[in-house]
């Protein structure tokens, strides 16, 4: 048999209609070129702002060291396939994994996992529901609440219950400095810091831009760490991994512009902390239900509270500079080891999924 007919089609879908677009295309850039060309027939799906579908040729995906800024006029993609079609045109020869790099609403939220479910292809990550609670931080926070993982305090409201009674209830429960954010979305695409009731209520009305449901979270005196999780029944964690950031926090420009944060991996830790913290990981992790990957977020406060949860990522960055990656490569597994990896659950988990279902 011919070697190519034997490779696995990789279907890398990216892009999308979030404010998380531009980070979605340079994640997906470096996982398409990262792919062995033995092993995978790579074939990149772009999803424009429109929410059209496309099949880009490889020389217009944006390569390492560009501004997302500069990418909207290099891939503002236009063109007429439907998303089972895009996915039909993989079944030519071997076996179709998809992975799905669509960052936010629209692609993390369980709503691209649902259109894969119901196409009936292996895709790498979370299932609907897992992807879904994720994704809202506000659902995220009352479950992890309900299991008893610790974080630190936060009020959710919809957009329609601001009012002036409201924000002053958050500021007198949460106390000033404040955080507050979309519940629905990522990359700290509108998160903003509030010191004042005034700087509240334009944080409030600014988050409310990107997500009807608002989170407002207590400012954490701590320091900022990360693990990164693969796996389905057995899933394991990686080394931990801590930011320190350029910036007041870290925001969008931080992340994916200035490169101005300072990552430590492994965290300056004591072993013993160090696998409380991994334990916990895997604890949220599990919790949510998720499977194939995700990066939890944790606030440490040493002389207070301890560990704090602060947020579960399904899909994580996997720009060069993202953690996700960099943890996974301090433990041992590097980018093009950890795709087959992520390629390899996906398929156990269609396989025993198509198990408990009828088709």
Wanted: aromatic share 6%; glycine share 8%; net charge negative.
């Amino acid at each position: 048999m011919d070697t190519a007919d034997s490779r696995i089609n990789l279907v890398v879908i990216f892009g999308g209609q979030s404010a998380e677009h531009d980070v979605s295309c340079v994640t997906a850039s470096h996982v398409l070129r990262a792919a062995d060309p033995q092993k995978y027939r790579t074939i990149p799906v772009a999803i424009s702002r429109q929410g059209e579908w496309s099949l880009p040729s490889f020389a217009e995906l944006p390569t390492g060291g560009v501004d997302p800024k500069e990418l909207p006029s290099r891939l503002e993609v236009t063109g007429t396939p439907t998303s089972q079609a895009v996915v039909a045109s993989t079944s030519n020869s071997g076996p179709t994994v998809v992975m799905p790099l669509v960052h936010g609403p629209l692609g993390e939220d369980g709503t691209l996992q649902g259109l894969l479910e119901m196409t009936g292809v292996a895709y790498v990550g979370s299932g609907v529901m897992a992807s879904a609670i994720a994704m809202d931080k506000a659902m995220a926070k009352t479950v992890f609440a309900e299991a008893g993982i610790p974080q630190c305090k936060f009020v959710s409201l919809r957009d329609d219950s601001v009012t002036p009674a409201a924000l002053s209830s958050i500021a007198n429960t949460l106390g000033f400095p404040i955080f507050v954010k979309p519940a629905n979305m990522g990359s700290s695409v509108g998160v903003s810091k509030a010191t004042t009731m005034s700087e509240l209520n334009t944080a409030v009305q600014h988050a409310a831009e990107y997500d009807e449901w608002i989170v407002c979270e207590e400012a954490v005196n701590g320091r900022e760490l990360e693990v990164a999780v693969i796996g389905n029944r057995s899933p394991r964690a990686s080394v931990v991994g801590e930011i320190t950031p350029g910036n007041d926090f870290y925001d969008y420009e931080d992340k994916y512009v200035t490169d101005s944060a300072t990552l430590m991996i492994p965290a300056p830790l004591t072993p013993e902390q160090s696998e409380e913290l991994r334990q916990l990981a895997l604890r949220a992790y599990e919790t949510l239900r998720c499977e194939g990957m995700a990066r939890v977020d944790f606030f440490f406060e040493e002389n207070g509270r301890g560990f704090l949860c602060n947020e579960i990522n399904t899909i994580p960055g996997f720009t060069p500079i993202s953690m996700y990656p960099k943890m996974w490569e301090a433990s041992g597994l590097g980018y093009s080891d950890l795709i087959d990896e992520l390629v390899k659950h996906a398929l156990e988990r269609h396989s025993r999924r198509k198990r408990n279902t009828s088709r």
